[in-house]
């Protein structure tokens, strides 16, 4: 017994000397001060303030370009042989220049055959006319019985009514004639030339089409909300391929709509096409699609940097830095653009401090760095 109890109290000072000698564990490393990381800017910035201009208003469209009328040009004769063609694709023509030039050697004989008839008569009639007058002078004196005296003023009749009838045959002739030759009904630019050297055109086969006095127009699409705010004179703005701005007037805007689409055309008047002959190549052409603006007016709005606005869940925000230099979202309604500036019709005070660039880092509450923005280079002399 006395054994155990001694064995009991060595274990105890045993364990007694582990715990004193045992090192204490080492101190936990501080939590980082929430506070600390805070306080760290999230981005350095340059700000700018909102600058009021007087921006046009405009409302945007889509069309295509087309002449503003296309005359068809056919053959008025038929069964006649072209033996000539005298214009093609992209010639500038003038009123009455000869386009075409059919064979008229048969509509020549044709024609001296009716001016032979024609002068047969002339002479049957002026028999009739001698012979009708005796009639006239006899006719009291009992020298001609009635019979004889009504069958000669019926035959001045007659013989005038053939006269009439080959000088019209006579004209209809000559204006075959005439017509052998295809003439140009208005000032314009030939767009199509189905005619060639050797066919036989029927009567009203076209041979050419012709852009009247080259003038050209841009048909624009509108909904039927838009188009009650345009007027014919309007100006409008067409955007070419080549990035070049073609200015116009609105001609007409069509009194009905569209039952498929819903939308309006709008007839804008653009420049004619070049002068030249053949025509230069231009920057719109019947057929292209044609993106455009109609400049509706003025009006004073606010403006900032493009860069400066942000869009976000399908909305245009800025951010203004406020006290702390820390970031606001604010959401906008951007409206037109004027060069690398737009303006901003609601949501934003004119003395905001709006960051200018680098937003879409930025989060609502973020806490910048303001700087001055860099100084414009100074050209050498």
């Excluded at 274990?11 to 045992?22: I, M």
């Excluded at 008839?117 to 009708?132: H, M, S």
């Excluded at 050209?216 to 955007?239: F, I, K, N």
């Excluded at 860069?307 to 245009?316: E, I, L």
């Amino acid at each position: 017994m006395k054994a155990a109890h001694i064995l009991l109290t060595a274990a105890l000072l045993a364990a007694g000397l582990v715990f004193v000698l045992r090192p204490a564990p080492p101190a936990q490393a501080a939590d980082p001060d929430p506070a600390a990381e805070t306080l760290r800017p999230a981005l350095t910035v340059t700000v700018v303030q909102p600058l009021a201009q007087r921006l046009p208003v405009t409302l945007p469209a889509n069309g295509d370009v087309a002449a503003w009328q296309e005359a068809e040009i056919g053959a008025d004769v038929g069964g006649l042989r072209l033996t000539e063609v005298r214009a093609d694709v992209g010639d500038r023509v003038r009123a009455g220049q000869v386009l075409a030039v059919f064979d008229d050697e048969t509509v020549r004989t044709d024609v001296a055959r009716a001016r032979a008839a024609q002068a047969e008569a002339q002479a049957a009639l002026a028999e009739a006319r001698d012979n009708a007058a005796r009639a006239r002078a006899l006719r009291d004196s009992g020298a001609l019985a009635q019979q004889q005296i009504s069958a000669m003023l019926s035959a001045e009749q007659s013989a005038e009514a053939r006269l009439q009838a080959a000088q019209a045959t006579l004209a209809a002739e000559e204006l075959r004639l005439r017509r052998t030759r295809v003439l140009a009904p208005d000032d314009g630019v030939i767009s199509t030339r189905t005619a060639s050297v050797g066919a036989v055109a029927g009567v009203g086969g076209e041979l050419f089409r012709l852009l009247r006095q080259g003038r050209l127009e841009w048909r624009a699409e509108l909904t039927a909300a838009d188009a009650p705010r345009l007027r014919p004179g309007m100006a409008a703005r067409v955007s070419t391929a080549d990035g070049q701005a073609v200015k116009g007037r609105i001609r007409l805007v069509a009194p009905v709509v569209d039952a498929r689409t819903r939308n309006a055309l709008v007839y804008v008047d653009l420049p004619a096409l070049a002068a030249e002959t053949p025509v230069a190549p231009a920057a719109l052409l019947p057929g292209m699609f044609a993106r455009g603006e109609f400049l509706l007016g003025e009006q004073d709005a606010l403006t900032v940097p493009q860069q400066a606005v942000v869009v976000r869940d399908g909305f245009s925000h800025v951010f203004v830095v406020g006290d702390g230099s820390r970031v606001r979202m604010l959401r906008v309604h951007p409206g037109a653009r004027d060069g690398d500036r737009v303006a901003i019709l609601d949501g934003l005070p004119a003395d905001a401090r709006v960051v200018e660039r680098g937003g879409a880092f930025l989060n609502d509450g973020d806490l910048v760095r303001v700087v001055a923005p860099p100084a414009a280079a100074t050209p050498a002399p």
